[in-house]
C-alpha cells in the first residue's frame, strides 16, 4: 500500500499569492527554455549554409600582417610560439612581442627566435600590467607611428595569445578572408591542442568547435561575428574607426572590440578555414578562475546595449544585443537549474519511500537538456573522426558536455559578486610547459619563388628610439618594393632578429623597446 506525504503536495489557490508567483514561474521557465531552443535551432540552421570565400588579394597592394602577442610571464611558451610564426614563409608578415612588465625571461625566450621579422618591446612599471587592452593600444600606437606611408587599409593587426598555434596556411587564409573591401575584421577558429590528454580539455575544445562551427558560422549569415582574444585579425582602418585606443579596459577586451566594430560600416567576418590551437586549462580550480574572470568581463559590456540598438539593423542586432544579455540569461537560467536538481532529488527521495509519482517528465526533461548536446555531438565527430574519435565516444562526451555546461551557475555569481564589488584584479592563467617533440608542430615549406603564390610583401615596420630621442628617417616605401621570399628591408626593426633593450637603431616613435608609456 503506498501513501503520499501531505507536505508533497501544496494547494494553491489560483488567486493567492504562492499561486501567482507558482504560475509566474513555472510560464518564466518555459518562456527561458523555449527561446534558449528557438535562438540554437536558429542558429543551427543558418550556420549550414555555404561560407562565404573572398577572392585573392590585389596584386598590386598586398598587405601587411602584424601579429600582437601581449605577453606576461609566457617564458614556458612564448619561445615555441615565436619559433612556429616565423616558420611560416611570408615576407609581408611581422611579429611584434609585447612583454607586459614579465618576471621571468619572456621577453629572452621571444628574442631568441633570431627571425628578422621578429620584435621584441618590453613595458616597465608603472606603465605595464594595466590590462592586455592597454598593452595592445600601446603597441598599436607603434603599429600607426610605422605606417605612414601605407594605405591604413593594407594593414592587418592580428593578435595571438603565446601560447598560440596558428595553422601553417593561416596567413594565407587572412589574405584571402580581407579581400573584400567591406571585411573590417577576421576571426579564426579555435582548438585545444592538449584535448588528447586531457578530458577536461576534451570538454574546453568541444565547446570552442561548437562555438565556432554553430555560433560563429550562424553570425557570419547575420552580421554578428564576435571577435575571440586569440587569432583575431582587424583592419588598421576600421581599428581607427574606433578611436585612437580601440581596445578598452574591459576583462573581455575582445569581446567589446567585436560588439563595436559590428556596430560601424564594417562587417566582421568568420574563417572557419584555419584555426589557432591553445592550450586548455588542465585543473578544475584555474578553469573556473579563468573562466570567472571571462563572465565578468562579459558583464562589464552592458553599457554598449545603446550603441548596438542604435547602430546595428536586422538580425545582427538582435543578436548582438543577445550576445550582450547572455550572462545575465545564463545567471537567471541558473535558478532553473537548481530548482531542477531538488526537483530530482524530491523524486529520488519519493522513489526510495515508494511514493507514487509519475516519471514522464524525465524524459521531457531529458530532451530538453541532452537534445541540443547530441546535435553537438555528431557536428564534432565529423569534426574530430579523422583523429579517431567514434559516434560512440562522441555521444558520451555530450553527455559530459551537458554537465561541464552547468559550470557558470559556479564561476557567473562570482563573477557578479566581484563586479559589484568593484574587484577587478586578476592573476593570469599559468601555462603549463610543452614537450619538446610538439615545439615545431609543422614545417617551413620553402620560400616560393618570386611570380609563386607567396603574395609580395609590403614593407616592414621601422624601429623605435631611445627615451625622448626622435630621429627623423625616411618614410616606409610604399607596399610592393620588397620582391617575394626576400628579406625585410635593412633598418627596419621587425626585420632584424629581436634584441630585448635595443639603443643604437633610431627612428622617429613616441614609445621604445624598455618602455611604452
Known sequence: MSTQAPFMRMELGPSSLLG????????????????ALVYTLFM??????????????????????????????????????????????DPGLRIMVIDDGSDDDTAQAAAQAGDQRVEVVRRRPPHARLGKGEALNDALSIVRSRCT?????????GVMDADGRLDPHAIGEVRKAFAPQEVGA???????????GSLLARMQDMEFVIF?????????RVRSVGMGGNAQFVRLSALDALGPRPWTRSLTEDFDLGIRLNATSWTNEFWPSASVHQQGVTNMRRLLRQRT???????QALHLLRSVARE????????????????????????????FLITMVTAAVAAVLRWEQSWIWLVGAYVIAFGPALIYACIYWRIERHEGLNLIKAVGYAHLFVLYGLLPSLYGWRALARELTGRTGWAKTAREAEPTQVAQPFQAAAPAAPGGPVPTGPPALGSQPPPHEAVRRAPIPAPGTMRAGSAAPAGSSLGHPAVVGRRTHRAVSNLNNEEMR
Open 20 to 35: 501567482i508567483l507558482d504560475r509566474v514561474g513555472w510560464w518564466g521557465a518555459l518562456g527561458m527554455i523555449a527561446i
Open 44 to 89: 543551427l540552421l543558418v550556420s549550414r549554409g555555404a561560407p562565404r570565400h573572398g577572392g585573392p588579394s590585389h596584386p598590386d597592394a598586398p598587405l601587411l600582417v602584424v601579429i600582437l602577442m601581449p605577453c606576461l610571464n609566457e617564458a614556458e611558451v612564448i619561445g615555441a610560439s615565436v619559433r612556429r610564426l616565423t616558420s611560416i614563409p
Open 149 to 157: 606611408a601605407v594605405s591604413s587599409s593594407r594593414v592587418v593587426v
Open 186 to 196: 577576421v576571426q579564426m577558429g579555435v582548438r585545444i591542442n592538449n584535448r588528447f
Open 212 to 220: 565556432t562551427e554553430v555560433f560563429q558560422r550562424g553570425r557570419r
Open 293 to 299: 574572470r571571462w563572465f565578468q568581463g562579459n558583464l
Open 312 to 339: 546595428q539593423r536586422g538580425l545582427g542586432r538582435a543578436d548582438t544585443l543577445w550576445q550582450i544579455l547572455t550572462p545575465y540569461l545564463l545567471l537567471t537560467g541558473s535558478l532553473l537549474t537548481l530548482s
